[in-house]
């Protein structure tokens, strides 16, 4: 089951590899100004993510230890999910 498993993902990369072609960062000789320019935009300092997993793992964990615990961790998951959402929308980062 493993291996199936495993040719599955080894298909899937060598169809995406053929399909997308030598990216500059395989080819010895390219230069830095090959590459995109945007890589994307993310926030280097939020603590959104860090809660997010955190209360994330609280409810998960919640169907091992008791499911009293998914309720304190559901809302509280719930707000760091809308913080994550809304973190570009207000204060320092705001577009």
């Not at 030598?22 to 280097?44: R, T």
């Not at 961790?73 to 809308?82: E, H, Y």
């Amino acid at each position: 089951m493993l291996s199936i498993m495993a040719a599955f993902i080894a298909f899937y990369l060598g169809r995406t590899h053929k399909n997308q072609g030598p990216v500059p960062e395989d080819i010895l000789d390219a230069k830095i100004s090959d590459g995109d320019a945007e890589i994307g935009f993310f926030n280097a300092w939020s603590w959104w993510p860090f809660f997010l997993g955190l209360f994330g793992s609280i409810v998960f964990a919640s169907l091992a230890v008791g499911w009293w615990l998914f309720f304190i961790g559901l809302p509280l998951g719930l707000i760091a999910l809308i913080g994550f959402v809304f973190e570009n929308s207000r204060g320092h980062y705001a577009h």
